[in-house]
């Protein structure tokens, strides 16, 4: 595994204005993931961990602080600038699978290449190839619909790498699943870390974070674990 920094976060502070109450949701976290690593951060509820997600895929940026990405400081940038962050760098996979009804799955999987601007056949070749790494090619013209709830997970998989991201964000990536295909999902992503891919997962199930290599676990927008997954299940 490659020690270069992929996700340098410096004194992340998000503060919300609830009427005359100042909610802070992160509040001055510091967090370094190198390539190549699979963490799991990990928090109940209220933690701040949906929100420090959101800043480390770009859907939003901090109150205060430094977030850098693959070297590029994503702290301020406008709305356009973080689409083109998330298109370029990052594949999510989203709890609820997030596939549009109206469309096969090769047209799902094909959907980042697009935004991106990929031409036409090189964009059914790279979607064909990543359907197969999740063993779904030969179902490349079903509709979602036709589907179990972890193919569709598996599809959405195929969707985040079809764009050779830097960074694959999985936030809840078995919730909707049942414990047999919640394992096969979890298998899969420690393959794909394996195979090089730097993961970042977000769940409020200690037990799902054991699948991890690492664990970070917020409370009250703080950190108050960073480290080994084997050192965290000795403190469960």
């Known amino acids: 595994m490659s020690r270069e920094p992929l996700i340098e976060l410096k004194d992340i502070h998000k503060i919300y204005q609830m009427g005359e109450e100042e909610v802070r949701a992160t509040d001055g976290i510091s967090l370094t993931i190198c390539r190549g690593e699979f963490v799991a951060i990990v928090g109940k509820s209220g933690s701040g961990k949906s929100t420090l997600m959101n800043i480390i895929g770009a859907l939003d940026v901090p109150t205060s ?75 490349w013209k079903s509709m979602p619909s036709q589907l179990s709830g972890g193919q569709q997970q598996r599809v959405s998989i195929a969707r985040a790498l079809a764009g050779n991201p830097s960074l694959i964000l999985a936030d809840e990536p078995t919730g909707a699943l049942d414990s047999r295909t919640s394992r096969e999902v979890l298998n899969f992503l420690k393959q794909l870390n394996e195979e090089g891919n730097t993961i970042v997962m977000i769940t409020h199930d200690s037990s799902i974070a054991l699948e991890a290599r690492r664990v970070v676990r917020i409370h009250d927008g703080r950190i108050n674990f960073d480290g080994d997954v084997k050192d965290y299940a000795a403190i469960l």
């Open 65 to 139: 602080g430094e977030y850098d990405l693959g070297g590029e400081d994503v702290s301020d940038m406008s709305d356009d600038e973080l689409a083109e962050i998330r298109n370029k760098m990052i594949g999510f996979i989203f709890q609820q699978y997030n596939l549009l009804p109206k469309l096969n799955l090769l047209e799902n999987v094909e959907l980042p290449l697009l935004y991106a601007g990929v031409a036409a056949q090189e964009r059914k070749e790279r979607a064909l190839a990543s359907l197969e790494r999740v063993g779904l090619k030969e179902k």
